[in-house]
């Protein structure tokens, strides 16, 4: 297979909004793909590689774009042998060896080739395929039910994979994808819910209430002496988190596998800001000496697994069970999350205020009835939580790239200085614009520059916008000393002086223990 085919399909998938369209797109180049072609060509329809993360900039991609090839003759083997070998290179010289071959590749493209090929190596491969989009491509191609991939994928925590597997093999081959301990199974999300009431009188009484702890996600694999540790996005952290694993080596089982949160709680058992329990996943994660920084604490919900016993589609009320008789047996087992399960009304509002007043996100309310079921955000797992909302003075705006070269995208965004001064930065932003929105910020910032740096512009402090936050925290990159987490453009508010916008003591106010 072309190349050229699947930058057609990407093409076709970004021209429509329709999601079985989308599907169709995909479906039709899988279905002419070789058995050898298939994962790649569904992680690059899905925006990645099999390679992962290249390292390789936006610019440098840019530049290596010139003398596009007249004709389409790369194949699908060719580019994914490519990145194989680029993803190998390291060591002494690596970096101009890295740029030959990618010129190498560019040089080989056509022109729609390697506009395909910046946007998917610099993951800005935004066509609207989600994942949830290529799986029911991925049926529609093999002729399976969507039920049967998604549950292999699931299990074997690779997209790619699974497409492989059901195009070759069919549904027998993807009914025979079973959980193993030590591969990391894609993690069950929550959905929004609206507020407590609203998520009760659609879930019903037999549901859980347990804390949504503002930590990491981590699943964690026992064989043995053999402790894993894996994030939500299933990159593996054992070795940066050996506290973790010991805290489940002690517990009374062989073989497990446990979902759960983990986060740093400071000596009187409230939960320190967001950044230090991030900071152990990095390399700032240790001492001098090898020492942890600062020490996790793993806060347990399900079990997916247990002695043997797959788990993973008995309902949550069976699986609360088994993780209760498993964590009961010692007092220094990992902490099961709190929570009430079958509350009235009022107990678990009482759960919900409970969270908050210890300085939590608020609640995830869980269907009891419910099997383990990852790839997308159902009814049965809703979160409810505070949303925090700022409005802020846009400072700045930056010239976008990808899609959006050619329009004003990441904003600035500063709070007002409560002792009259210049608004305070505490952040950026480019979530939440529409291109109506990115059309009127280009259209509009000009005129409201005080300075035109070749990067964008510094605006005038006249403009408030409302964000919504998922809180703050602090950092030493901003002159306040905190940041905005998670920020998203919700509207601009022309009802607004900045003299109105929210101060920085407001945006202090929202850091965890304040």
């Known amino acids: 297979m072309l190349l050229a085919d699947v930058v057609a399909a990407s093409a076709a998938v970004a021209a429509t909004r329709a999601r079985t369209a989308k599907a169709r797109a995909i479906a039709d180049v899988l279905r002419r793909a070789e058995p050898g072609e298939v994962a790649p060509v569904t992680a690059w329809l899905?925006?990645?590689?099999?390679?992962?993360?290249?390292?390789?900039?936006?610019?440098?991609?840019?530049?290596?774009?010139?003398?596009?090839?007249?004709?389409?003759?790369?194949?699908?083997?060719?580019?994914?042998?490519?990145?194989?070998?680029?993803?190998?290179?390291?060591?002494?010289?690596?970096?101009?060896?890295?740029e030959t071959a990618l010129s190498g590749l560019m040089t080989a493209a056509t022109a729609d080739e390697q506009r395909f090929l910046v946007r998917l190596l610099a993951g800005e491969l935004r066509q609207g395929a989600l994942e949830g989009v290529v799986l029911d491509a991925v049926a529609a191609a093999a002729g399976v039910p969507a039920g049967l991939v998604r549950r292999?994928?699931?299990?074997?925590?690779?997209?790619?994979?699974?497409?492989?597997?059901?195009?070759?093999?069919?549904?027998?081959?993807?009914?025979?994808?079973?959980?193993?301990?030590?591969?990391?199974v894609r993690p069950m999300l929550a959905g929004p819910g609206s507020s407590l009431d609203a998520v009760l009188a659609d879930l019903g009484a037999d549901v859980t209430v347990e804390y949504k702890l503002d930590g990491a996600r981590i699943q964690v694999h026992?064989?043995?002496?053999?402790?894993?540790?894996?994030?939500?996005?299933?990159?593996?952290?054992?070795?940066?988190?050996?506290?973790?694993?010991?805290?489940?080596?002690?517990?009374?089982?062989?073989?497990?596998?446990?979902?759960?949160?983990?986060?740093?709680?400071?000596?009187?058992?409230?939960?320190?800001?967001?950044q230090d329990t991030m900071s152990r996943f990095g390399s700032a994660g240790t001492g001098g000496d090898g020492t942890a920084a600062v020490l996790?604490?793993?806060?347990?919900?399900?079990?997916?697994?247990?002695?043997?016993?797959?788990?993973?589609?008995?309902?949550?009320?069976?699986?609360?069970?088994?993780?209760?008789?498993?964590?009961?047996?010692?007092?220094?087992?990992?902490?099961?999350m709190p929570g009430v399960r079958r509350p009235t009304q009022e107990q678990a509002a009482g759960v919900?205020?409970?969270?908050?007043?210890?300085?939590?996100?608020?609640?995830v309310v869980k269907a009891l009835d419910a099997p383990y079921a990852a790839g997308r955000r159902g009814r049965a797992w809703q979160k409810v939580k505070p949303v925090h909302?700022?409005?802020?003075?846009?400072?700045a705006a930056e010239w976008g790239y990808g899609r959006r070269t050619g329009k004003l995208s990441n904003i600035s965004l500063g709070a007002r200085d409560p002792d009259g001064g210049e608004p305070v930065m505490v952040g950026k932003t480019f979530k939440?614009?529409?291109?109506?929105?990115?059309?009127?910020?280009?259209?509009?910032?000009?005129?409201?520059?005080?300075?035109?740096?070749?990067?964008?512009?510094?605006?005038?402090?006249?403009?408030?916008?409302?964000?919504?936050?998922?809180?703050?925290q602090r950092s030493p990159r901003y002159p306040g000393g905190v940041a905005l987490r998670f920020a998203r453009v919700v509207r601009y508010r022309p009802d607004k002086t900045p003299a109105e916008a929210d101060d920085l003591d407001a945006v202090r106010g929202l850091l965890a223990g304040s």
């Open 389 to 395: 909302t700022l409005d802020l003075v846009v400072l």
């Open 222 to 274: 026992r064989d043995g002496d053999d402790v894993r540790v894996w994030t939500r996005t299933l990159r593996e952290v054992t070795g940066a988190v050996p506290e973790l694993a010991e805290r489940v080596r002690a517990l009374p089982c062989e073989r497990a596998v446990l979902d759960g949160e983990t986060l740093a709680l400071d000596d009187d058992g409230a939960p320190r800001a967001f």
């Open 432 to 472: 939440g614009m529409t291109d109506e929105l990115l059309d009127w910020q280009t259209a509009t910032f000009p005129g409201l520059a005080a300075e035109t740096p070749a990067w964008g512009v510094r605006l005038r402090p006249e403009l408030v916008v409302e964000v919504a936050l998922d809180g703050v």
């Open 352 to 363: 919900l205020d409970g969270a908050l007043a210890a300085g939590h996100e608020g609640v």
């Open 46 to 98: 899905a925006g990645d590689t099999l390679q992962g993360r290249l390292g390789v900039g936006w610019r440098t991609l840019t530049r290596l774009t010139s003398d596009p090839a007249s004709a389409p003759a790369l194949t699908v083997a060719d580019v994914d042998a490519a990145l194989t070998a680029l993803a190998a290179e390291g060591g002494a010289g690596s970096a101009a060896r890295r």
């Open 296 to 336: 996790l604490s793993p806060f347990l919900f399900d079990v997916l697994h247990l002695d043997g016993r797959d788990l993973v589609d008995e309902p949550l009320a069976v699986r609360l069970d088994a993780l209760a008789g498993l964590l009961a047996a010692d007092e220094h087992a990992p902490l099961r």
């Open 152 to 184: 292999a994928a699931m299990l074997s925590g690779s997209l790619p994979g699974t497409a492989a597997t059901a195009l070759t093999g069919g549904a027998g081959a993807l009914a025979e994808v079973r959980l193993e301990v030590g591969r990391p």
